[in-house]
């Protein structure tokens, strides 16, 4: 069975500053990885995710993420943060044909102005 | 396009009451799901249905029941709300088993409080 491990529960920066929220499985198969945002009383929506192929993704707002199979890593990464990224952020993994993912616990980004 | 729609909104109910949370997808998917989020639990699966017709359990089904009515709409029943279920209830579709690289899409989520 999958595990995902969302580290930090909360990650406060301030406006325009990079930041990186990190994200850990564990599997024994081949995966898909995807990054949601859930913004305040919403549902959440891809942010991106990561098939095959090239280990970068980049996504939606300026978002990109990097899958790093020999630490079993799909860390999220913006160069410089918006007030507007202030959200609920949610890696989530699906391995070994199953459809279903398994969720982390999510880290809340507070971005202060 | 809708997506995903869910109704109502916001509700609160008295132990014990029932009620039914509805869900419907215009994505002609094949797969749906209805997960609670509580505050540092992140996102659990209550039940799933692979395709029309199917249900299956997920992480925490106790006190919950389903009904895939067809293929657009997957619907949630609480027989005897409890104050533990209290939480924000989310309904999700995704292709599916046919593909299983698919993302899920969310609804904006029921809001329900247990007295």
């Known amino acids: 069975a999958q595990s995902v491990t969302q580290l930090d529960s909360q990650v406060p920066v301030f406006e325009e500053a990079p930041v990186e929220l990190r994200c850990n499985y564990s599997s024994s198969v081949s995966v898909y990885l995807f990054w949601y945002v859930q913004y305040p009383n919403q549902g959440l929506q891809l942010l991106l995710k990561?098939?095959?192929?090239?280990?970068l993704v980049k996504g939606i707002n300026g978002f990109e993420a990097e899958f790093n199979k020999s630490q079993t890593s799909f860390h999220l990464r913006k160069p410089s943060v918006h007030i507007s990224d202030t959200a609920e952020y949610f890696c989530?993994?699906?391995?070994?044909?199953?459809?279903?993912?398994?969720f982390g616990r999510g880290t809340s980004l507070i971005v202060h102005p | 396009n809708a997506g995903v729609t869910q109704t109502p909104k916001f509700q609160v109910l008295k132990t014990g009451q029932s009620m039914t949370l509805q869900c419907a997808q215009d994505?002609?998917?094949?797969?749906m799901y209805w997960y609670r989020q509580d505050p540092g639990m992140g996102l659990r699966l209550i039940y799933y249905s692979a395709s029309e017709g199917t249900t299956d359990k997920g992480e925490v089904p106790n006190g919950y029941n389903v009904s895939r009515l067809n293929k657009r709409e997957f619907s949630l029943r609480l027989e005897s709300a409890a104050p533990s279920q209290t939480s924000v209830y989310f309904c999700a579709s995704s292709e599916g088993r046919d593909r299983s690289n698919s993302p899920l899409h969310f609804g904006n989520g029921t809001r329900l409080t247990v007295t």
């Open positions: 990561y098939l095959s192929g090239s280990t």
């Open positions: 994505m002609n998917h094949n797969s």
């Open positions: 989530a993994v699906t391995a070994g044909g199953s459809y279903i993912p398994t």
